[in-house]
C-alpha cells in the first residue's frame, strides 16, 4: 500500500486528487447561490396557510364540499388532504414549520434545496472519479507489466489487498473533505421547514430536516462503496483498458437509471435512498436489510475476483 500511495504522490496525481475535488465542490456551491431563488413551495395537496385550528376545520369543510362534486380521481386526493389536515390539527403543527417531504424546490437558498443539491452533483462527480482513481491504481501498471516486480516479490495475494486498500484510501481521502465542506456551508443557509411531512396510502411519518440530511449522507456514502467495490471487481478481472472503462461506465450508467428510477417494489427497492423512504412506505429496518445483502453479495465477488487474480499468469514484458 506504501508503495502504491508513494508512486502516486511522486507525480501530478497527488495534486489533482488533492485539491480538484475540493475546488469542485466549492465551484458548484458558488453557482447553485448565484443561481438560486428566494420563492418557496409548502404543499402539493390543496393546504392553504393557516394560523390555528379553526383555519384548518374551514379547509376541511372546504375540501368536503369539493369532495362531493369532483371526479373519482380528484376525491382521493380530497380524502388524503382531509387526512393530513386532521393529523396537523391533532399535532399542533404550525404551517411554516412543515412541508410536505415529497417536495423537493429546487435552486432556493434554503439548506435542504442546497443539500439536495450538492448531493447530487457530488455522486456524479464520485462516479467518475472512482473510474480515474482505480485506473491509476491498478489498470496503468497491469496493462504494460509494471506491476510484475511487485508480485514477484510480494506476492499476487498481498498485493491484490494493498491495491484495493490504496484504492478505497483514495476515494475516501477525496469524499471526506467534500462532505465536510458541505456539512458545513450548508449550516450558513436558513433552514425554512423543520419538519418535513411523509403521506403514503394513508400513514403518515413526520421527520426533521436534520435527520434527512444524515440519511441522505448515510445513502451517498454506501451507494458510493457499492461503486467503489464493482468498479475494483472490473479492474481486478480485466487486463483490457478500454473494456474495463467502457463496463465502468455502464455500471455508473446502470447506477443512476437504478437510483431515478427507486421504487417500492422488486429489486428497485436497492435504488430507493433513506431519505426516500417514507415517500415509499419503506422501513429503517427495510433498507438495512437490503443494502447488507447487496454488500455481502459484492463482497463475494470481491473474493471471486480474487480467486480469479490468483489464477492470472504474471506478466513481464513491458509494451
Not at 393546504?47 to 369532483?70: A, R, W
Not at 393530513?84 to 434545496?113: A, C, H, M, W
Amino acid at each position: 500500500m506504501k508503495s502504491i500511495l508513494f508512486r502516486i504522490s511522486k507525480s501530478w496525481n497527488v495534486v489533482f486528487l488533492s485539491v480538484c475535488p475540493l475546488l469542485f465542490v466549492i465551484l458548484m456551491s458558488l453557482l447553485f447561490l448565484n443561481d438560486c431563488e428566494k420563492r418557496d413551495l409548502w404543499w402539493a395537496y390543496p393546504i392553504d396557510e393557516y394560523t390555528n385550528s379553526s383555519d384548518i376545520d374551514m379547509q376541511i369543510e372546504q375540501i368536503t364540499i369539493l369532495e362531493q362534486e369532483c371526479s373519482a380521481e380528484d376525491a382521493v386526493i380530497m380524502k388524503e388532504t382531509k387526512e393530513i389536515l386532521e393529523f396537523l390539527k391533532k399535532n399542533d403543527l404550525k404551517y411554516d414549520d412543515v412541508q410536505e417531504g415529497s417536495i423537493l424546490t429546487p435552486s432556493v437558498r434554503e439548506q435542504r434545496s442546497y443539500s439536495f443539491y450538492m448531493m447530487e452533483v457530488l455522486f456524479f462527480f464520485q462516479l467518475f472519479l472512482s473510474i480515474y482513481v482505480v485506473f491509476l491504481v491498478n489498470n496503468i501498471g497491469k496493462s504494460n507489466g509494471a506491476f510484475s516486480i511487485a508480485y514477484l516479490m510480494h506476492g499476487k495475494k498481498r498485493c491484490f489487498w494493498e491495491e484495493g486498500l490504496s484504492y478505497l484510501f483514495i476515494m475516501l481521502y477525496c469524499l471526506i473533505p467534500q462532505l465536510i465542506y458541505i456539512v458545513l456551508t450548508r449550516k450558513a443557509l436558513p433552514d425554512s421547514h423543520n419538519t418535513l411531512l411523509f403521506y403514503n396510502n394513508g400513514e403518515i411519518q413526520l421527520t426533521s430536516t436534520q435527520t434527512e440530511f444524515t440519511f441522505l449522507t448515510i445513502s451517498l456514502c454506501v451507494t458510493m462503496l457499492c461503486v467503489y467495490l464493482l468498479h475494483f471487481i472490473l479492474s481486478e478481472i480485466l487486463d483490457n483498458v478500454i473494456l474495463f472503462v467502457f463496463l465502468s461506465g455502464v455500471v455508473n450508467l446502470l447506477t443512476i437509471l437504478l437510483v431515478n428510477s427507486s421504487g417500492a417494489g422488486g429489486t428497485l427497492i436497492l435504488g430507493v435512498w433513506l431519505n426516500s423512504i417514507y415517500e415509499y412506505g419503506l422501513t429503517v429496518r427495510t433498507y438495512v436489510i437490503s443494502h447488507a445483502l447487496l454488500l455481502v453479495f459484492l463482497g463475494a465477488l470481491v473474493f471471486g475476483a480474487y480467486k480469479l487474480s490468483m489464477q492470472k499468469k504474471i506478466r513481464t514484458e513491458y509494451n
